[in-house]
């Protein structure tokens, strides 16, 4: 089995900043892309970033130059910084991780539970 478990949403204000955590556990024998994704209601699940584990990133164009994405392969986490926030990000964030599973050796994509993000004054 795999877990990943996030943390870092809550409220804040425009232009407040949040910094975001999503940490991978279990059977897992190696790691490959790690992203964030988010979801507004009667919307679909849109990309916002993405790392490889060659470390190359992806950003949505609503997040170049204000968020930024890194992993600390050690301790198999992603993290998502977010700055300048605004009210227009304010949406469920979900980590997204492509991962091979022991014993398996299959590579499957996996989704955290979503921690929510209100930007609000």
């Known amino acids: 089995q795999v877990q990943l478990v996030e943390s870092g949403g809550g409220l804040v204000q425009p232009g407040g900043s949040l910094r975001l955590s999503c940490a991978a556990s279990?059977?897992?024998?190696?790691?490959?892309?790690m992203g964030w994704y988010r979801q507004v209601p009667g919307k679909e699940r849109e990309l916002v970033a993405r790392?490889?584990?060659?470390?190359?990133?992806d950003y949505a164009d609503s997040a170049k130059g204000r968020f930024t994405i890194s992993r600390d392969n050690a301790k198999n986490t992603v993290y998502l910084q977010m700055n300048s926030l605004k009210p227009e990000d304010t949406a469920v964030y979900y980590c997204?991780?492509?991962?091979?599973?022991?014993?398996?050796?299959?590579?499957?994509?996996?989704w955290g539970q979503g921690t929510q993000v209100t930007v609000s004054s």
């Open positions: 790392v490889t584990n060659g470390r190359s990133t």
């Open positions: 279990g059977s897992i024998v190696s790691i490959n892309t």
């Open positions: 997204n991780v492509l991962l091979t599973t022991w014993p398996s050796r299959r590579e499957y994509y996996y």
